[in-house]
Every structure is written in C-alpha cells, then in structure tokens.
C-alpha cells in the first residue's frame, strides 16, 4: 500500500442510541456488531468515521468483494454526507439476516460502493476493448460512477421490504432523485459543483437519468454516448454493475453457489461499445455466462431472498408497520428530509417492539411450518423467464462461438411459493 495513501474504513458503525433493554434490537446489535468488526481494522484507520474533514486527496477502503477502492476527494464528500451515512444502518438484504441467515448482515452502503467500483471495472474494460472514436468526456464518466454510488441512496429501511410494508406506494429509485439533489444541493468539492452548476446542471440530470435508467429524463440528446445508459440501471436487457455487485456480494455472505456457478464476471469485463456508441455489445462466446448469471439470481431468490419463513416475516413485520406506526410509510426524502434521515432499520424496530407480534421477528424459531394456519405465497420467476429474448442484447465476435442454452422444464417456468405456518 503506497505510504501517502489514507484508509478510510466507512463499514465500522457508530453507536447505538436505544436502551439495550429493549428486547427486539438485541439481534440487530449482534448483526451491526459483527458488521462493524468484520470492516473496523484500528491499525489501517485515518479518519473518524462519520467526519466531514476532508483533508485527503484521495482515500481507500477494504471491500470483501473488490479489495481495496480508491476513493477520490470528491467520491469522499459523498460518501461522508450523512443521507450515505444512513446507509450503514439498512440492511442489504432485509430481514434475512435477522430471520433466516445471521452472517448475512451487509449493508446498502458496501453495495453502493461496490457499485462504484464495478462501473470503474466496466467502463475501464469498455475503454479497452472497444475500437471506439469518441472519447467519454470526464464529466460523463464521473456521472456515470456518482450515478452507480448513489444508485440505492432512496431505499427505505430493510431495503426492498420496505416497498411491500408500503404496499407500492414507496419507490426507492425515485426516492433517490430527492437525495441526489439533497446530496448536491450541499456540495462543496468543485468537482461536484461543476457537475450541479455548469451547462444546466447536465451533470446531476445525467446521474439522476442513469439511476432511473431513462433517457427520456435527459435535458439533452446523448450523441454518441448513449450506450452508457447500459450500465448503471439496463432496462434494455438487465446486465448491469448493480447486479453484477449484488449477486457477487451476496453469495460471498450467503454462501449459496459455488465459483464455477458465479463464473460471469467476463460478461462484463469482455463488453465494448458498440459502432454507433447506442449500446453496449457482448461477447458470443459469453452468451453461456450470461445465463450463468441469470440462474445464479434465480437459485438466491429460491434459497435465501424468498425463503418461505423470511417472507412470513416480511409480511409480518409489514402488518405491525402499518399498524403500529402508519405515519412512517409517508416519509421520503423529499417531503420530510429531516425524518427520512432518521428513518432507518434500528428506528422503525424500536417503535414497533412493543407489539405482540414482534417477539417472532426476534426469535424466528417460533415460526413453525404446518397443514394450516398463516399462509405464505409468492411466485418466482424461472430463469428462463427473467433472461430476455434473444433480441435485446448486442453482440459482437464469431456467432458459431455461442453456446446453447438447453433449459430444464424448471427453469422455463415460474416457482411457487406456498407454505403455511404457526406461530408458537
């Protein structure tokens, strides 16, 4: 590690702030406790956590998936505001760890950074291997990397359990555009304010529109960029660094699928832009991978996101939410900046202890499988499903290089999800 080089090590948590008498936080102190152990390394760290002094050029984190990040000075202030700080406390992966897989405790906040790094990695290989005659401008490319750190800044508390305790009426990618502009409405690095200032603030609309995957959100017309809308949010065929980041992170936590199911990372690393700069292309040879990817997403959702139990307890811990504190299901940062700020996974615990119900999402032994009693459905989506036709993706090389994929009648269709419980 070069000698001028400062660690920041942003996964420690900051202390608890609720009585550690209140019985239904305890597993979540465990969870953030290990968390903070798992990324706090005293001999590596600089700078207090949570400061706003920023008197580093540049700064570097330890990442489980992506080793070391070089954060630069601008990346730092954003990392540092306290709408990203809040991340810390949101769960990557919901109730899961509190329910189901305790090792799974990361947080929104790797994921984010995780991102970041991944839209480095791809944009890098982009430049690499593509014979391309426009060159990204800088600010492009930095939009294109704030866009993949803030691209989950708008998740609500337990990530996308917030959404069904909301019943649909919370949308985390729109939530985030309110925060962008929080984050930018603050900022004080010039690399940051050129992007909030200059030519109509181009640069935060270009980060706001890659975070929708919309370029119909654009002020102006991306000539020969367009294709970098494929990377932070790809709502033409769904390969993108925020998959890429998750399903490697998660599975390094949950531990699900081994190296040789997980072997996709050249989807991304083998892409170029295409001739006319609309689209990313993809390797032929690595159309099997790109399935790879697809059912390594499928097997998560079957063995770990939609665990029967884990989905009782969603649904549970929406039905005391709206019972016990319904005002909390309007909060966003927009119409409330201040409580969206608080309004994290430790909090909404903490005002829904004491409900009768919540002592299952503490000790979710109680919840037993039976004939009869709570029902829990849902239909998952085979793999099959989920990868697209072949028409939305673009691909370059030798087509007599791509496999065939021969899908099993499971992987056609969809899986559903029928379990009943009792709550001892």
Known sequence: MPVSATVLVYG????LNVSQSVPLLHSLRQQQQCQSLRNNDDALTATRVGSFRLIHTYAQIQDA??????????????TQHLYFQRLKKVFQLGLLPLSVKPGANHTRFEHCIGTFKSAQDQLNALLRNSNYEYELPDWCRKSV??????HDIGHGPFSHTWEHVCEG???????????VDRVFSDARDNELVALRDDHNGRGVNLIKALILGDRSKLNYVMMQHAYIFDIVHNKVCGLDVDKWDYLRRDNHYLQVLSADEMDFDEVFLNARIAPDGQRIEYRYEDYHKIWLLYLARHRLHLEAYQLPKVLLCNDIFGE????????????????DPEEWLRLNDERVLEQITNDTEAQYLRATERIEEANEGRLVRRRISGPGE?????????FYGNPSLRRDIFLQENQQQSTIIEKYFKLK
């Open 12 to 15: 420690a948590r900051s202390a």
């Open 65 to 78: 998936i992506h080793g070391i990040i070089d954060l630069p000075s601008y990346i730092q202030e954003i």
């Open 145 to 150: 990397e704030i866009a993949a750190l803030l």
């Open 169 to 179: 009426q919370f949308n985390h990618e729109k939530n985030s555009e309110a925060c």
């Open 320 to 335: 005391i939410v709206r019972r016990q504190q319904p005002h909390l299901l309007d909060v966003n940062a927009e119409s």
């Open 386 to 394: 989920d990868m697209n036709s072949n028409k939305v993706y673009a």
